[in-house]
């Protein structure tokens, strides 16, 4: 066993019975995710099997250095697409010692809505299209564009193929497999309108799950961008100028929605969401007024409007909704680098407890 | 699993019953490809069993951005070179939602004519030959040219061996296998005359399957360019000057012609395609002016002649065919950027259906 790759790969199962747990949580900026690993006995079902952890919150920005541990709550499981064999990866959420969510933990909250009973009876889903780009390392300038320069106007990109218009395929499509093997439902991916940028698909998933399936999501692209050797950015608008933003377009339906007659349903979700667009503006990403313009398929972050097919909507409503009278809707508003635990929860505080 | 390549060929079949399907359309330029994944949840066999899909027209130039859903429509499946598994292709042609073909496809209209009944009788198989060029990413001069100059003059390059006559045969061997993996007929391959240029023929395969087969060919050509770093050019004169053109010659024969008789029937053909040689010559690819000159073994543009075993002749007729008295001809005029769907339906309408 000369090589590195011979011991990474190690299939332990033939050796013992003991099992690698990545637990992974959100740190201090609310984007940036950290994890580490520990061994487990034996193999696990279920989070409740595993054990409560900690972590030096002074060294993420969550606590204080005299008094520094913050407490790991594992959530959900998921198979490590790295590791392989029967270890896992676990997403967490961050509680003080004593039991208290800290202020990043934006799960906790969105946990409460989504076990309302009058939320768990209309069953939310949600499908949340995950844009990103991908940088040149050391030069944070984006993947197959001329150092120092641009590439030709955006037109011959989106979902295209060839050596001169898709750049970082493998990235996306190593992606693809590892979410898949992991557990996660990705239901498809794409090569976006600027140059570098792609987009991946989580969903549909019911409540909670959905932040908690787009989090490992994330966190398995920073993995393997990690080992191309290539940086990962969330932000809305990575280039300024006559570039497309990167957006986290969630779509979204209730029981209600999905039955006949759900397309009066749907107006009058989009009417109450229309009452509070300030504040769901507010939770929707930091930066996203550099994005939100009017223009590259966007509203402009003030006016709210929707419309049918229309990619100029802050809500666009697809044919096939409004042919069939029922179905769900796209919330185009929330960037790139938002929480998919805020933007789920509030999306349905707003449509089914306000 | 340290490396990207362990994940690109994790075997989900061991862990999901899932697949993913690659959804494939012509672009608003009518040569630009564009494709994306969507999760099927367990394996299909025929493209009825996939749903129509829908994809952003306005950024294509497809549609507009008030109005922008395009409707996809699977219409034949491939294996998935590059994913394996139960992973597949999809090639599909594009509608609106109200379920109008929209003026970039091409392939709704050859599909009429070739289910017309006397074009269905008829069998028409094509073997199409792909011409097309490779060059080096960013300065996009051809692979293997000396950045700034020229090679050697033609003569060494066709068919040939070593580091300094051939290009880039990874790309082309890698592209054989993988065509062959995903169901695509493909019947040979064979490096060209101008250095950096290569060739492989599609066929023989009838009626619709011939445009389906051709497209996805194309595809899997441009995602293993991708790989390689070396940009595609289906351009028909790449390079000017005294270097040859890229083509894709038309192989074509009915039922008819490939029986006892056949011969006589393919002459007649011919004379048909000689009378509508100008509205051939408009669908037959853009920039064609450039390529068919008359010189480069092609016919001028302004000429229609045809002869046997005749390389600059508009049509030839192989030795064989005429010996045996039956068999097919080789439409010479398409150039490497011809659709298709629009070149082997409108050979068919017009040999076929117009009197």
Same mark, same amino acid.
């Given at each position: 066993m000369a090589l590195l790759n011979? *011991?990474?790969?190690? /299939? *332990?199962?033939?050796?013992?019975e003991k099992i690698i747990a990545e637990y992974v949580w959100v740190g201090g900026s609310g984007m940036d995710m950290?994890?580490?690993?520990?061994? &487990? +006995?034996k193999p696990v +079902?279920?989070? +409740? @099997?595993?054990?409560?952890w900690n972590y030096d919150g002074s +060294?993420?920005?969550?606590?204080? !250095? @005299?008094?520094? @541990?913050?407490? *790991?709550?594992?959530?959900? &499981? #998921?198979?490590?697409? #790295?590791? !392989?064999?029967? /270890?896992? *990866?676990?997403?967490?959420d961050c509680y003080t010692p004593q039991g208290e969510p800290i202020p990043t933990n934006k799960r906790n909250n969105a946990a409460k809505i989504f076990s309302h009973p009058n939320v768990v009876a209309e069953e939310p889903w949600f499908g949340i299209e995950q844009e990103y780009t991908l940088l040149q390392k050391d030069v944070n300038w984006p993947l197959g564009w001329p150092v120092g320069g641009f590439p030709g106007p955006q037109g011959p990109y989106y979902c295209a193929v060839g050596a001169d218009k898709a750049f970082g395929r493998d990235i996306v499509d190593a992606h693809y497999k590892a979410c898949l093997y992991a557990g996660i439902n990705i239901s498809g991916i794409n090569g976006e309108v600027m140059p570098g940028q792609w987009e991946f698909q989580v969903g549909p998933s019911v409540g909670i799950e959905a932040g908690d399936q787009m989090w490992?999501?994330?966190?398995?692209?920073?993995? &393997?961008?990690?080992?191309?050797g290539v940086v990962l950015s969330f932000d809305p608008k990575p280039i300024p100028g006559d570039w497309n933003g990167a957006g986290a377009h969630t779509n979204y339906s209730t029981k209600s929605m999905r039955e006949e007659g759900g397309y009066e349903v749907i107006k009058k979700a989009i009417g109450k969401l229309e009452k509070r667009h300030k504040e769901h503006i507010a939770a929707y990403g930091e930066g996203n007024e550099r994005r939100l313009t009017g223009r590259h398929e966007t509203a402009d972050i003030n006016t709210f409007k929707w419309g049918v097919a229309d990619r100029g909507a802050s809500i666009?409503? !697809?044919?096939?909704? @409004?042919?069939e009278g029922k179905g769900y809707f796209e919330d185009r508003r929330p960037a790139s680098n938002m929480d998919p635990y805020v933007v789920t929860s509030m999306i349905t505080e707003t449509t089914l407890l306000l």
């Open positions: 011979d *011991l990474v790969n190690m /299939n *332990l199962s033939d050796r013992t950290r994890s580490k690993a520990r061994t &487990i +006995s +079902s279920s989070p +409740s @099997e595993l054990p409560k +060294s993420t920005g969550q606590a204080p !250095g @005299e008094d520094s @541990e913050v407490i *790991l709550y594992p959530q959900a &499981i #998921f198979k490590d697409p #790295f590791r !392989g064999g029967n /270890n896992i *990866l676990v997403m967490c490992i999501a994330r966190y398995i692209l920073e993995r &393997i961008t990690e080992i191309a666009r409503v !697809g044919r096939d909704t @409004e042919k």
